[in-house]
C-alpha cells in the first residue's frame, strides 16, 4: 500500500522522491506480513450462482433470504474471508448487473448493498485476528459522496483481522477527508469506491485526492490502496490514479511494481 507511480492517462501524479526498492522494501515489512499470515492458502472460489441468487435477493422487496444465503455459505466454507470473496463482492457485482441490464434502479442497489452490509455485521465476532503489526494504523474510507460503503466495510474487517488498527471514516468532503489524513500518522490510506459501479468517471478526481493525500500526511511513506470494482476489473486502473496497490478482493491487496 505505499506510493510511488509515473503520471498517467489521468494524470496521475508523479512518484514523490522514494525509490521503487524504497517502497518495495516499506510494503513488505509493513504490509505483506499480517495480510498474507491471514488469507495464505485461502484462494478467491466464486459461487456465481449464489451470488446471482443473492443479488436477486437483495433487491426484493423485503430483502427475504439474505441471511440464510450468507449463513449457509458461512457454515459451509468456515471463514469470513471466503465469504466475502467467494460470495459478497461476486453478489454486490452482479447487483450492478442488474442495474445495467434495467432489472433493477440505482436506489434498489444501494438499498441492496445497505441490506448486505446490515446482515454481515450480524455475523461479527465470527472472525479470528492474526497476531502482529501492533500499531499499524490504516485510515479506511470511502471517496467522499461514494453511497456504497461495502467496500470500505470488507477492507476495514480484513485489515482487522490480519492484526492492523483500521480506523473507518466516512468524510463527507475531499477537504474533510484531507483533515483526516493530516490528523496523525497513517502507515496506510485505503480508499474505496463502489463495488456494484465502474465509477470510471470519478477516476480523474481520486488521482488529484490521492496527490494531496500524499501532500499533507504525517507520513512521508504512506501507503495508497484503492478497491472498488473499477480496480477488480482493471488493474491498471490503480496504476493510472497513483495508488501502490489495488484490493481486487477482500485482504487480496496487489501491489504495483
Do not use: K
Request: net charge neutral.
Amino acid at each position: 500500500m505505499p506510493a510511488v507511480v509515473s503520471a498517467g492517462r489521468h494524470g496521475a501524479p508523479a512518484p514523490t522522491g522514494r525509490s521503487q526498492p524504497e517502497v518495495m522494501r516499506l510494503i513488505e515489512s509493513v504490509l505483506l506480513p499480517g495480510l498474507v499470515a491471514w488469507h495464505q492458502s485461502l484462494p478467491a472460489v466464486v459461487d456465481e450462482r449464489r451470488a446471482i441468487e443473492l443479488a436477486r435477493r437483495l433487491v426484493g422487496p423485503t430483502g427475504t433470504g439474505v441471511r440464510e444465503l450468507l449463513c449457509e455459505h458461512y457454515a459451509g466454507h468456515g471463514s469470513l474471508h471466503r465469504l466475502f470473496t467467494g460470495l459478497v463482492e461476486p453478489a454486490a457485482r452482479r447487483l450492478g448487473d442488474l442495474w445495467s441490464s434495467d432489472d433493477c434502479t440505482e436506489s434498489e442497489v444501494t438499498i441492496g448493498l445497505c441490506r448486505l452490509l446490515s446482515e454481515l455485521r450480524q455475523l461479527d465476532g465470527c472472525g479470528s485476528r492474526v497476531a502482529g503489526h501492533a500499531g499499524r494504523a490504516a485510515l479506511v474510507v470511502p471517496l467522499p459522496g461514494e453511497p456504497h460503503m461495502l467496500g470500505a466495510a470488507l477492507d476495514a474487517e480484513s485489515l482487522w483481522q490480519a492484526g492492523w488498527l483500521p480506523q473507518s471514516e466516512y468524510p463527507e468532503t475531499d477537504d474533510a477527508l484531507q483533515t483526516l489524513v493530516a490528523a496523525r500518522h497513517y502507515d496506510v490510506l485505503c480508499i474505496s469506491l463502489s463495488p456494484s459501479f465502474r465509477r470510471s468517471h470519478r477516476l480523474d478526481r481520486l488521482a488529484q485526492f490521492i496527490s494531496r493525500a500524499r501532500a499533507v500526511s504525517l507520513n512521508p511513506n504512506l501507503v495508497v490502496v484503492v478497491s472498488g470494482r473499477a480496480f477488480h476489473e482493471d488493474r491498471s486502473a490503480a496504476r493510472r490514479v497513483g495508488a501502490d496497490g489495488s484490493s481486487r478482493w477482500a485482504s487480496r491487496f496487489e501491489l504495483l511494481h
